[in-house]
Each structure stands twice: as C-alpha cells, then as structure tokens.
C-alpha cells in the first residue's frame, strides 16, 4: 500500500479511525456486545495492511467509561497475529483534552476541556497504560480549553514529548493562526514539532483549506476526521446532486464513491491521511481500495469544480480561546 509521513513514521496513506466501535455515536446493531467483533474490525484493517491506528481518552459509550476505545485498541494490538516486524510498522495516534462527567453526559458539544499541564501529563499515562504502550507514539490535542490562552495550551501539549512521556505531539480541531501559532512556539515537523493536524474535512465539509496548506508548506500531516462526509452523512450526502460527480467517475471506473472520496483526498492533498472510521470489514477493504485509485487531472477538477458553494460551519468550533497577544 502507498504510505505518507506522519512525522517520523511511515504510515499506510489512509489509516483507521476506531471511534465508532465504542459506540459513539449509537451504532445500530451496537459494537459494545460484541467485543470480540469489534476486536476483529480492527484485525481486519491490519490484515489488510493499515499501519495507522487513530483513537481519543474520550471515545467511550458513557461518561464512567473513559479509555473504552483505546482499551479496545491496545487489545486489538496485542491479540492480532501478525508478525513482529508487522507490528513493529503499526502507529497508534491517540487524544486528549476534552473530559466528561456524570452531569455532562454525552460529550459532544457539552462536554468540559483541560488543558492544564498536569491534567495532561496524567492523561496520557492513562492513555499509555490503557493502550499497552511506554511512549505514545502520537499524542494530538483534542479540543481547545476555551478559557486557557492558546500558547499556553501550545506549550503544555510541547512539555509532553520534553518529558519522553510522547513521541510526537498533534493538534486537532484548529483554525489557520491557530496553527501558525502552534508552529511559531513549536516548530515543524523537521524541527521536532507538530507533526500533524486533526480537522474535519470532507466533500460536504471544506473549512480547514487554510489550515491544509500551512500544513503542505511545512510537511506536517493532515488527518481528515469523518472524510467520507460524516458519520450518518457520507452515504446520504453522496447520492445527491451535489455530489454527483462522485458517483459518475466511481461508475466509470468500477470502484465505489467512498473508494473516490479517499482518492480525493488523496490527490488533492500531499500530506494528507484519511482516517475513516467502520464497523464493517467490508467498508474497510472498500476505503483502502481508494488508495489505488487514478484520478486525472480533469476528473480531479470536475469533483472539485461541482462541490457546493459553501460549507457547513461546526459550531462548537466559533467558541475559541484567547490568544495571548
């Protein structure tokens, strides 16, 4: 399989993202009563050569469940047959920041942030521990602390691979000054910093293009959460007019629209690493089929060419830290 950087690793060009398999959002039939299952979903996309690994603290079913993805993870890991230098090859890509508790519930939109130092530095020996490792590999800052000022969050997630306790820092869910700042204070990849970026980006959902060249100017990765369009959007989304194009070159060349959108991704973007998530085997192999996929310049600008105008906006994301100044 074509790899990318990510850092100092070299990873397969699309990896996998595990949150679904606890249960966020409701899955239907539900992977929580089936474990083994899930374990095998993971198995599957190792079998089928996946080398990255993407989870968070945060995915769990409940609010007293903390850790249940990356346990679910480090099981997986362990329990999966292939060969020592198969296993070496793996990167597992974990988050922190965002915390929950009983009164909050569910942990979208109404969930709490920490960014303090120590909170993290606690975090990810949870987080090690949980997914059987000493060092994390990849360690991103999930969601910015709205009340802490953006450097100082920069420079607590920077302590952690001062402290050995990461290889590599990340950030996810940041805007473009955001990420020159993080950059400013921490450097690039090259210089032993932020290897990569976390950002909602897909057809449907385009706001991070900004950040995405800042990220291809200076070799960092950028990790498409939900690329296919979004969890409980992407199939629906895809079938429409606005999307058209999606399905009439997937036709064309005998592959699926999800297969494409990964070869969008792909072909647009140098640094780009798509992580869809499944709960299906099947969609596994379909999404790696993407990587192989051709796309000519001009099937490339008639997807790009027939996207709608404008793009949906998360909400969650216009609350924003102070900067220091």
């Known amino acids: 399989m074509k790899t990318r950087k990510i850092g100092s690793f070299e990873v397969t060009a699309v990896g996998m993202g595990c949150m679904p398999l606890s249960d966020m959002p409701p899955k239907t039939p539900s992977m929580l009563d089936d474990r083994p299952g899930a374990i095998g979903v993971i198995h599957a996309a190792l079998d089928f050569g996946v080398t990255l690994l993407d989870t968070a603290d945060i995915y769990a079913p409940t609010w007293n469940m903390i850790g249940h993805n990356e346990r679910l993870v480090g099981e997986a890991v362990r329990t999966w047959n292939g060969t020592p230098a198969q296993k ?12 929950r508790d009983k009164e909050a519930g569910n942990w979208f939109g109404v969930s709490g942030r920490n960014a303090d130092k120590h909170y993290f530095f606690r975090a990810v020996e949870a987080s090690a521990l949980r997914l059987g490792v000493e060092q994390i590999d990849i360690w991103q800052h999930h969601r910015l602390d709205h009340e802490m000022p953006y450097e100082t969050q920069i420079e607590n997630v920077l302590a952690l691979k001062e402290h050995g306790y990461v ?31 976390q950002n909602e980006f897909s057809p449907r959902y385009r706001n991070s293009q900004e950040v995405i060249d800042i990220c291809t100017e200076n070799g960092i990765a ?25 399905n009439s070159i997937a036709e064309a060349k005998g592959v699926s629209p999800f297969a494409l959108t990964v070869a969008w991704h792909l072909a647009n973007f140098p640094t780009s690493i798509p992580i869809p998530s499944s709960t299906r085997r099947e969609n596994i192999l379909e999404t790696i089929e993407g990587v192989n996929i051709q796309i000519t310049a001009e099937e490339l600008a008639e997807l790009n060419g027939n996207l709608p105008e ?13 900067f220091r100044g």
């Open 88 to 99: 070496a090859k793996l990167v597992l890509a974990t988050k922190g920041g965002i915390t």
């Open 167 to 197: 290889k590599h820092v990340a950030v996810s869910n940041v805007n473009a000054e955001q990420l020159r700042r993080a950059i400013k204070i921490g450097g690039t990849p090259a210089q032993g910093g932020i290897v990569s970026v």
């Open 222 to 246: 950028f990790l498409p959460w939900s690329p296919l369009g979004g969890i409980g959007k992407g199939s629906k989304d895809l079938s429409t007019d606005r999307f058209g194009s999606f």
């Open 310 to 322: 404008t793009s949906p906006v998360d909400g969650e994301l216009l609350i924003q830290p102070p």
